[in-house]
């Protein structure tokens, strides 16, 4: 989305004060307490941490060597407002012509593919390509913050110290595992990586090889199956509807907790069934 670019749409909802919604999608940060020591002295000591959780030498080198404090990203993090929007204001800017019109030719490109993502994970492709439509519009704006950079600053920062210091250690769980180069991780300000945005350890812990070798930053196939297999994970029901009321919308609501957003989500959906002439998989 060019208005967003680097920023993913979670990352908006879960840093700022939803209005509409109870729980943010992130932990909530201490504003209170106080960041101590330097950044190097910090990054030493997440460095032994990493090798004492089996990181080897040569993957801490490559991800680690030269990465230094960044400032924007913790801008970024401290500079979120409250976010007032509506679900009707807000639904009708994400929801636009030019995202159902590729949506809906997307569905029909991927068709096969899509219909072997539903046999195996029980999501239909309208929910997923919705997803992806308002995550990075359809992979077109995915972020171009070095993720480790980032990680590394917002878990060095002392209000999420402890959720992004996993994250980060995440990260170099994915070079070790060989899914990406530390060159490559690059996303949205505060970690998230690849099409449909997954922080690091959502990455490495529902991402799939369809064909790309768990490239969610390049590979549809790959894009399309991870996302399903994090809704199947979190407890997706096969056949079930996804509107508000319905089953699976709780599902949707543990993708981001913003009820604002899991209805933009559930009406895009639907909006794609409908223009695709979508029928589930048999």
């Known amino acids: ?109 991927h068709a096969a593919l899509l219909q072997r993502i539903e046999k195996e994970f029980g999501v239909p492709g309208p929910v997923i390509v919705a997803i992806w439509g308002l995550e990075t519009d359809y992979g077109a704006n995915i972020g171009n913050i070095q993720s480790i950079r980032a990680l590394a600053t917002l878990a060095y920062d002392c209000r999420r110290s402890a959720m992004f210091r996993g994250e980060l250690l995440a990260a170099l769980q994915i070079v070790q595992r060989g899914d990406l180069k530390p060159a490559a991780m690059k996303g949205a300000w505060a970690g998230e990586l690849g099409q449909t945005q997954f922080l690091p350890s959502t990455y490495l812990k529902y991402a799939v090889d369809y064909g790309g070798g768990r490239d969610l930053l390049r590979s549809p196939a790959d894009v399309l199956a991870s996302t399903a297999n994090y809704l199947k994970g979190y407890g997706w029901k096969p056949g079930q509807g996804w509107e508000p009321g319905q089953p699976n919308f709780e599902t949707i609501l543990l993708w981001n907790k913003a009820q604002v957003y899991a209805k933009t989500i559930a009406a895009f959906a639907s909006r794609l069934a409908e223009a695709s002439g979508y029928q589930a998989s048999r």
């Open 1 to 109: 989305m060019p208005a967003l670019k680097a920023y993913s749409i979670r990352s908006l909802l879960a840093a700022c004060t939803l209005i509409v919604m109870a729980v943010p999608a992130l932990a909530l940060p201490n504003d209170k307490c106080r960041t101590t020591g330097t950044f190097d002295e910090w990054m030493t000591g997440f460095r032994a941490e990493a090798a004492a959780k089996g990181i080897r030498p040569d993957v801490i080198s490559a991800s680690l060597d030269g990465v230094t404090y960044d400032q924007k990203v913790y801008n970024a993090d401290r500079g979120q407002g409250v976010f007032r929007q509506t679900f009707e204001q807000f639904s009708a800017r994400m929801i636009s012509s030019y995202r159902v019109q590729k949506g809906t030719s997307l569905l029909k490109q």
